[in-house]
T-cell receptor
Framework: GAGVSQSPRYKVTKRGQDVALRCDPI?????LYWYRQALGQGPEFLTY????????KSGLPNDRFSAERPEGSISTLTIQRTEQRDSAMYRC???????????FGPGTRLTVT | EDQVTQSPEALRLQEGESSSLNCSYT??????LFWYRQDPGKGPEFLFT???AGEEKEKERLKATITKKESFLHITAPKPEDSATYLC???????????FGKGTTLSVSS
């Protein structure tokens, strides 16, 4: 079946612009996660959804970052007023429930110039 | 604080030369330890979940084991296609996130 998909795969934006990154989880997966991965590092947790409820946003770096999953399926991670330090690979993952293994998407490479 | 440390950072093997990757973890109540494989330019690919000390899981040339403080990924008679970065992660106390180590980059030459 189809895995986790993310779009766009690459995004180049100018400093100060807002960006929206999309994640389409595996069908039927209740739990959805956003991570950020720097080169040579493991993924770093940003936020977690159970259905449409954002149950943990402790990893969001500051209030420029927000996420939503309004219908319990597709999720959007929004970064407002982007800064160069926001440049990274953003990865989405989904799992059947919160206690199951997570399956990752291919990621969105964000570059802020 | 929940923490995962992987060693070595990089490992170079000859084809057929078996070895082990280490993952040391500190967590307040293990809710699962996960091994992933990551190829360049791709997302992590799930390999195994281990839940309690003494548990073992196997898949082809890979075998994962776990104690109360460490997990090992044993690679038997590796092939060049096993070259990748292997990531270890633990579920946090709330079960809402995975905490990853930095990974071990394995290179297998023929």
């Amino acid at each position: 079946g189809a895995g986790v998909s993310q779009s766009p795969r690459y995004k180049v934006t100018k400093r100060g612009q807002d960006v929206a990154l999309r994640c389409d989880p595996i069908s039927g997966h209740v739990s959805l996660y956003w991570y950020r991965q720097a080169l040579g590092q493991g993924p770093e947790f940003l936020t977690y959804f159970n259905y449409e409820a954002q149950q943990d946003k402790s990893g969001l770096p500051n209030d420029r970052f927000s996420a939503e999953r309004p219908e319990g399926s597709i999720s959007t991670l929004t970064i407002q007023r982007t800064e160069q330090r926001d440049s990274a690979m953003y990865r989405c993952a989904s799992s059947l429930t919160g206690s199951h293994e997570q399956y990752f998407g291919p990621g969105t490479r964000l570059t802020v110039t | 604080e929940d923490q995962v440390t992987q060693s070595p950072e990089a490992l170079r093997l000859q084809e057929g030369e078996s070895s082990s990757l280490n993952c040391s973890y500190t967590v307040s109540g293990l809710r699962g330890l996960f091994w992933y494989r990551q190829d360049p330019g791709k997302g992590p690919e799930f390999l195994f979940t281990l839940y309690s000390a003494g548990e073992e899981k196997e898949k082809e040339r890979l075998k994962a084991t776990i104690t109360k403080k460490e997990s090992f990924l044993h690679i038997t008679a590796p092939k060049p296609e096993d070259s990748a970065t292997y990531l270890c992660a633990v579920a946090n106390q709330a079960g809402t996130a995975l905490i990853f180590g930095k990974g071990t980059t394995l290179s297998v030459s023929s």
